[in-house]
């Protein structure tokens, strides 16, 4: 598609350029991702890969791809750039749809079978039923790791975010990457000095989170949640709390679901260590995976006189608070 005289200008230019598209671009170069938008021109984006510092000339850059015609073959996506690459190999990258990162996003309150799925629907090397093996039985150096006992699995440790990785990347490498962001996440000093304050194991307080982030999408009022939980606990009153029975209930064919709402007497009935209508104290294990500011309310919990709470009449999704049992009942909705 290009004339004659813009044939020549290019190869001109991209032999003039041969040392800085063919060199290895190490001193120059960086290792990282590189996310092209949308909306970008080919021309801006070899320009911000220069400007970013993973090539020394993007005009460079940009007179190979016209000149190859790789110029129409470039896309929005995520790349995961090495400073090993030649900037001629990094051309090549971002005009190949198949060297696209695989984008993993995993949600506050997904158990690990939901985050199975989404590994399923991500186009990985491996299978979903692959990853939920291996979260079920992580090995002795994940579980060193992260500090939980022996017979845990990642139910809860799967940090909630956006994820970024390459096409083929390993099982391994991948949960790991996933695991080491929760790590890194929990030394955050309102985690740390909550534990020391509440007295409490890292698997404990994950697994509050996890049943807090299961009961409300409110950030606003995590806080006030965990101290209703505390409350409880101090007492010798059991949570209640549906979301461990959903949990402990699985999949639910009719509703499609692994969150079965709403639920009956004989679900509240369901023999499970995790149904905490029937057993004191929280359950073994977490639930759900919570977000770092979910954490962060567990540790941290308001001081309040409330043991209830039940979903406003109003729709929005939040709580009103109780002290006592009675005033629960006048809470429900008409």
């Known amino acids: 598609r290009l004339n004659l005289l813009e044939k020549s200008r290019s190869a001109l230019a991209i032999l003039a350029a041969r040392d800085e598209l063919i060199g290895n671009s190490a001193g120059v170069g960086k290792s990282g991702k590189f996310t092209i938008e949308a909306d970008e021109s080919v021309r801006g984006i070899c320009l911000r890969m220069q400007t970013e510092g993973f090539v020394s000339s993007g005009d460079a850059v940009c007179a190979f791809l016209t ?73 002795a150096v994940t579980r060193g790791l992260l500090g939980i006992p022996d017979d845990a699995t990642l139910e809860g440790y799967l940090l909630p975010g956006a994820y970024s990785y390459e096409p083929q990347i390993s099982l391994e490498a991948m949960t790991g990457i996933i695991v080491e962001r929760f790590a890194a996440a929990v030394q955050e000093t309102r985690v740390q000095e909550g534990l020391t304050r509440q007295n409490m194991s890292l698997h404990e307080a994950v697994i509050l989170a996890s049943i807090i982030e299961r009961e409300t ?118």
């Open 67 to 139: 000149y190859s015609g790789l110029d129409r073959m470039v896309q929005s996506g995520t790349f995961t750039i090495s400073e090993s690459f030649s900037a001629l190999e990094i051309a090549r990258r971002i005009a190949d749809p198949a060297a696209r990162d695989i984008a993993l996003t995993i949600f506050p309150g997904w158990r690990l079978e939901e985050i199975a799925e989404a590994v399923d629907a991500s186009g990985f090397a491996f299978s979903g039923e692959e990853f939920l093996d291996y979260a079920l039985h992580p090995t």
């Open 217 to 334: 999408r409110a950030d606003e009022e995590k806080a006030r949640i965990a101290s209703v939980f505390y409350n409880r606990l101090a007492v010798d009153m059991r949570l209640e709390t549906d979301p461990t029975v959903q949990y402990a209930l699985g999949y639910n064919n009719t509703t499609g679901s692994w969150w079965k709402s709403p639920l009956s007497l004989e679900d509240l009935a369901f023999d499970s260590a995790y149904n905490t209508y029937r057993n004191l104290g929280l359950p073994p294990g977490p639930i759900s995976s919570p977000a770092i500011v979910t954490l962060i309310a567990a540790v941290q919990p308001e001081e309040s006189p409330f043991y209830f709470f039940r979903a406003r009449c109003d729709g929005s999704g939040t709580h009103v608070f109780s002290v006592t049992y009675e005033e629960h009942l006048n809470n429900a909705c008409p």
